[in-house]
């Protein structure tokens, strides 16, 4: 009897410690009622105030798009890069490639926290905020609109140092792209449907002015060949003084930059893409067979960015004990009190 004791004590110590070790989704299953009962209208709370802000600031969809991403590929949807530093942590968002994340986005998940505290206080977590609104951004621009599941927890940690390899650079081939998106578990094709992002928003001049200016060392004028010509010399122009001033910048799309469509897709063709890996794109022969695709048909281009967000907001999600659900979202609950 007492063997048997001992056994189902064994077993019950056991399963402890394989569920404290257990992967993110082991502990809990994200889902769309979660907030059902806890906090009925936090969908409703979310995309009222998002779409406020962005009919106030219409760089505001744009920005939180990129955010997002920036989250997520670092450690997983958890909210962690909208955590500020402090004496004692330099935070994801003081990473270099972080600092030009736009204001604009930050302040939209700070005002949803705010009336969701109100509402439902100490419910809805910042990483579930940032999530809907990227969603519901997308698609006031005329983007695709897909479920979203609900349930992450914020991340209890932020380190710049984690930054560094994580994310996609301005000046990458498609192979170092590809190699970024499939450590994460992300198909050539997923990658470049996340890549049609860039049909909103805009880039610093300091993150293509090698394709502008003294290209390969061919003189102060000289530009990258792949560009139309009169667009390189346009961009000559807008980023003229980039140089003494680093907040100067262009939208990725110049033919239609506020609205979310396959346009990115089609201007690549056209030598009216503004990064090199936006180009990097269309003259790699694994991505450019995705590339005439989503420029031909937007309604594949659609599907596929659809999907390929539903997986990448619950990539490396913390659940349970792994997170909590922070009174600010930019500081962790030990460190607002």
Same mark, same amino acid.
């Given at each position: 009897?007492? /063997?048997?004791?001992?056994?189902?004590?064994?077993?019950?110590?056991?399963? +402890?410690?394989?569920?404290?070790?257990?992967?993110?989704?082991?502990?809990?299953?994200? /889902?769309?009622?979660?907030?059902?009962?806890?906090?009925?209208?936090?969908?409703?709370?979310?995309?009222?105030?998002?779409?406020?802000?962005?009919?106030?600031?219409?760089?505001?969809?744009?920005? /939180?798009?990129?955010?997002?991403?920036?989250?997520?590929?670092?450690?997983?949807?958890?909210?962690?890069?909208?955590?500020?530093?402090?004496?004692?942590? *330099?935070? !994801?968002?003081?990473?270099?490639?972080?600092?030009?994340?736009?204001?604009?986005?930050?302040?939209?998940?700070?005002?949803?926290?705010?009336?969701?505290?109100?509402?439902?206080?100490?419910?809805?977590?910042?990483?579930?905020?940032?999530?809907?609104?990227? *969603?519901?951004?997308?698609?006031?621009?005329?983007?695709?609109?897909? /479920?979203?599941?609900?349930?992450?927890?914020?991340?209890?940690?932020?380190?710049?140092?984690?930054?560094?390899?994580?994310?996609?650079?301005?000046?990458?081939?498609?192979?170092?792209?590809?190699?970024?998106?499939?450590?994460?578990?992300?198909?050539?094709?997923?990658?470049? +449907?996340?890549?049609?992002?860039?049909?909103?928003?805009?880039?610093?001049?300091?993150?293509?002015?090698?394709?502008?200016?003294?290209?390969?060392? $061919?003189?102060?004028?000289?530009?990258?060949?792949?560009?139309?010509? $009169?667009?390189?010399? +346009?961009?000559?122009?807008?980023?003229?003084?980039? +140089?003494?001033?680093?907040?100067?910048?262009? #939208?990725?799309?110049?033919?239609?930059?506020?609205?979310?469509?396959?346009?990115? #897709?089609?201007?690549?063709? $056209?030598?009216?893409?503004?990064?090199?890996?936006?180009?990097?794109?269309?003259?790699?022969?694994?991505? $450019?067979?995705?590339?005439?695709?989503?420029?031909?048909?937007?309604?594949?281009?659609? !599907?596929?960015?659809?999907?390929?967000?539903?997986?990448?907001?619950?990539?490396?999600?913390?659940?349970?004990?792994?997170? !909590?659900?922070?009174? *600010?979202?930019?500081?962790?609950?030990?460190?607002?009190?």
């Amino acid at each position: 009897m007492r /063997t048997r004791s001992i056994l189902y004590i064994s077993i019950l110590i056991t399963l +402890a410690i394989l569920s404290s070790s257990a992967p993110p989704f082991a502990s809990a299953k994200l /889902t769309t009622a979660y907030y059902q009962r806890s906090c009925p209208r936090a969908e409703q709370i979310v995309s009222d105030v998002v779409t406020s802000k962005q009919i106030t600031n219409p760089t505001t969809a744009a920005g /939180t798009l990129r955010l997002f991403f920036h989250d997520c590929f670092v450690g997983g949807c958890d909210a962690s890069v909208l955590v500020s530093t402090t004496a004692f942590n *330099r935070a !994801e968002r003081d990473a270099d490639i972080n600092l030009s994340l736009p204001g604009d986005a930050f302040d939209a998940v700070v005002r949803a926290k705010t009336a969701l505290e109100l509402q439902c206080p100490g419910i809805v977590s910042c990483a579930d905020i940032l999530a809907l609104a990227t *969603r519901d951004l997308v698609s006031m621009l005329g983007g695709p609109f897909y /479920t979203v599941r609900l349930g992450r927890k914020d991340a209890l940690s932020s380190r710049s140092a984690s930054v560094d390899g994580n994310l996609p650079r301005p000046n990458m081939t498609a192979t170092q792209m590809a190699t970024i998106f499939g450590s994460k578990g992300f198909s050539v094709r997923e990658m470049v +449907a996340l890549s049609g992002a860039h049909t909103v928003g805009f880039s610093h001049c300091k993150e293509f002015a090698d394709r502008i200016y003294n290209y390969n060392n $061919k003189g102060p004028n000289a530009f990258d060949p792949a560009l139309n010509p $009169k667009y390189a010399q +346009a961009l000559q122009k807008a980023c003229a003084n980039f +140089a003494k001033d680093a907040t100067i910048s262009t #939208f990725n799309d110049i033919m239609t930059p506020g609205k979310f469509d396959n346009l990115y #897709f089609q201007n690549l063709a $056209k030598g009216l893409g503004l990064l090199a890996s936006d180009h990097a794109l269309l003259s790699d022969p694994r991505t $450019k067979p995705f590339v005439d695709l989503y420029a031909a048909n937007q309604a594949a281009f659609f !599907e596929d960015f659809a999907k390929a967000m539903q997986k990448l907001s619950i990539y490396g999600v913390k659940t349970g004990r792994r997170g !909590e659900v922070r009174r *600010r979202c930019d500081a962790f609950n030990s460190m607002s009190t």
